[in-house]
């Protein structure tokens, strides 16, 4: 295995992977969109505000990141703001992964839907809705998806035990 | 908190439309697979799936464990191949653990990964040919499987729940003899493939029932996710054991199958040709098998051998501490990617430096995937979708984990 150099933050990975296709369209956007970056365990992680998550998948579908691999969410809670939202993008041009980032708030959380971008974000958001009850705005189709329609709560939130409630 | 919409009934049924409801209980559906379609005499106009039946948390439950007690939980998500998905699993953690795996164990887990394909493709020959109406072909799929059903228990002491690759290795040396018993598996089975071929290929049923039926476009499967055999069926060529080789896969020699045609028949072909390529990167295997030990050296993270816990006072102390305690795994998250039979597993593993993951989510390719059927099978009949669903090779528990 080789083990790749780690970039802890944002400067660090303007500073040297300014080439990186993902990076660049970032960059040719706009200079704040990149709000964080990383690099670690040879994955380059991006982050942007929440209300830019659909224009940032354009860029990135125009910049080679042609195929939606996944997405999910984890709850910090209680850190603020609560949800993290991880999308894997993968270039089949470019064989790698990239994961963009954006993190909303845990009042009401809600974010927009990249259906748009790629319909494959279709089950993914209802499943994010489902398990985490974080909204997706514009998504045709947003209702429970593996637990029933009557369930009370969020099973993959923190604060719901792993028992269920009793 | 959200608001929660309810499940909605197709509506505006224009004229003579009508809502049939295929599933839960369904033979064809290959699980609890419920299709609401909406047809138009045996046309379909539209297909809405409803899955959640088999969700038992498994994301959830990872949360409450060690990381090395999810191995056994992964076996139960894609129940025809278990290997792929604790190499998927054990590869995530060793990449945040920074563990190097020996040669060896990295051979022997390509192995078995392979013969794990094998197993999932003689699965969905049988059951998609059952689907049809060959039933034959399933009985001859199921001999061979049997035999390599016998070769995971032999290994691992499981039929299908193997368990076997751990994180930092494997769980014990195959037994003596286990090699020359996949040698006789590989010289019997080309000849197989070929049997399956000659019931199916040249059967003007089965060619009738498959040719130009649920075609995909390379653009479409794109845009649904769409990954793995359906994938490569719709000409896109892209296989992460080529392409992001992972556990030494650039070390063998093996082509990737595409197919421009899309259709059911070209999914078809496709998986006969990569039984067939499975078979010589086992012979690669087997016959460049290094030597050495079949796990990292690493005492606080993988367990000592029994012999050395009864010899050695440290050995004893580094397997009480494993065992009660778990081992903690530096803070980070990483996406680890494999291609199994269906398709590409996603693992995404964040820790936050304890013993126990923060938050683990897998991505499965029939979930994905499902999303595609509505496209397959728009303006067919019926009957087509079953030889629909039959060719995605569709597994329930992967989608509903």
């Known amino acids: ?166 | 908190m959200a608001t929660v919409g309810t499940t909605p009934e197709i509506t505006n049924l224009g004229g003579q439309h009508m809502v049939l409801n295929m599933g839960p209980q369904h033979p064809a559906t290959h699980g609890v697979l419920r299709l609401v379609v909406e047809i138009d005499g045996e046309v379909i106009v539209k297909i809405r799936p409803e899955i959640g039946y088999l969700h038992t948390g498994i994301e959830k439950t990872c949360e409450a464990k060690f990381y090395q007690q999810i191995v056994p939980l992964t076996d139960r998500i894609n129940y025809l191949d278990p290997l792929a998905n604790n190499l998927c699993y054990c590869l995530a953690v060793e990449r945040l653990l920074g563990l190097e795996i020996p040669e060896r164990a990295q051979w022997i887990r390509v192995l078995l990964t392979e013969l794990s394909r094998l197993n999932s493709h003689l699965v969905w020959l049988g059951t998609h040919a059952m689907d049809i109406g060959a039933l034959t072909v399933f009985l001859y799929t199921f001999r061979e499987r049997e035999e390599i059903l016998r070769l995971f228990e032999a290994v691992a002491g499981q039929r299908m729940m193997t368990s076997y690759f751990r994180i930092g290795g494997l769980a014990m040396e195959p037994p003596p003899g286990w090699f020359d018993r996949v040698q006789a598996f590989l010289n019997i089975f080309p000849e197989k493939i070929d049997e399956y071929s000659n019931l199916l290929t040249g059967n003007p049923i089965f060619i009738n029932r498959l040719k130009g039926v649920g075609y995909l476009s390379g653009a479409d499967a794109v845009a649904l996710g769409v990954t793995g055999p359906p994938l490569r069926a719709s000409g896109v060529d892209f296989d992460l054991r080529r392409d992001m080789p992972y556990s030494g896969y650039e070390k063998f020699k093996f082509e990737v199958p595409t197919s421009t045609e899309g259709d059911t028949w070209a999914r078809y072909v496709i998986r006969l040709v990569e039984m067939r390529e499975s078979v010589k990167i086992i012979q690669q295997a087997l016959d460049g098998m290094p030597g050495g030990p079949i796990k990292a050296y690493a005492p606080k993270i993988v367990l000592p051998d029994r012999e050395q816990m009864k010899t050695g006072m440290e050995s004893l102390i580094h397997h009480f501490k494993i065992v009660t305690d778990g081992f903690p795994v530096p803070a980070g998250e990483v996406y680890q990617g494999i291609e199994c039979g269906h398709g590409q597993i996603g693992y995404y593993v964040v820790s936050d430096g304890t013993a126990k993951p923060y938050r683990v989510h897998m991505r499965y390719p029939s979930f994905p995937t499902l999303q595609a059927l509505e496209t397959m099978c728009k303006g067919r009949l019926i009957a087509d979708m079953v030889a629909v669903i039959g060719s995605i090779d569709i597994v329930l528990g992967e989608i509903d984990r």
Request: proline share 7%.
């Open chain 1, 1 to 166: 295995m080789i083990l790749n150099p780690t970039l802890p933050d944002r400067q660090a990975v303007l500073e040297q992977m300014s080439d990186h296709p993902a990076v660049k369209a970032m960059l040719d956007w706009s200079t704040e969109a990149l709000i964080d970056a990383k690099f670690e365990f040879g994955e380059l992680t991006v982050t942007v505000a929440p209300e830019k998550i659909r224009e940032a998948c354009v860029r990135l579908q125009a910049a080679g990141y042609n195929f939606f691999d996944d997405m999910t969410a984890v709850d910090w809670q209680p850190a603020t703001p609560r949800f993290q939202l991880s999308y894997h993008l993968l270039s089949h041009k470019f064989r790698e992964y990239i994961r963009l980032r954006a993190f909303v708030d845990g009042a009401d959380p809600v974010i927009d839907s990249i259906t748009q971008v790629w319909p494959a974000a279709n089950f993914y958001e209802r499943e994010v809705f489902d398990l985490f009850g974080i909204r997706f705005a514009g998504h045709p189709d947003l209702r429970r998806i593996m637990m029933p329609d009557d369930w009370e709560g969020h099973p993959l939130r923190k604060d719901y035990p792993v028992e269920g409630y009793r």
